[in-house]
């Protein structure tokens, strides 16, 4: 009878972990679209009007697709490699135009590491927007990028009833 029990306890231990596992692949492959949706788009904006010899700069699908001549399938395979990782949000306002600043996932870590219980997703954000006022992320990519760091393992996530918070590691 302990046998069984023990058993029974040990099988609910592993749904327990596939549905945590079925839940950030899910997760990944929400992001990971998103990702090649922009890369798509980011296709869509090369600028024809370059001249050849101008390939310094160049983007690499649009260098892919001139240089591979087989078009769509080759650019969007240069420009997936190109596209930013999650924890690598585009930075907003100075950050963007300077090229320059900390990934929005270092701020992220920098910020819970100045916390011992877990954070909400919202409370983060309002941290970072008062810390950094140059950096304005949306409340999805402040959660995408939560989201990324808890499946590389560097913060834990902590769910509560409907309430999502993170800790570090």
Known sequence: MEQVASELEENRR???ELARQVELLKQEETLLTDILALAERYEGFADASR???????????TRAKRESGTGAAAAQRATAGKAAPANKAAPTGKAAS????PLLGDL???LLTGHAEPRLAKELRDELLEKHPDRRPTPQVVRNTLESLVAKGRIQRHKHERSVMYTLV
């Not at 001249?51 to 699908?61: G, H, R, V």
């Not at 300077?98 to 600043?101: D, E, L, M, P, Q």
């Open 14 to 16: 592993r749904q327990e």
């Open 51 to 61: 001249l050849p010899e101008q390939t310094q700069d160049e983007p690499a699908a």
């Open 98 to 101: 300077a090229g320059k600043g």
């Open 108 to 110: 992220l870590l920098d």
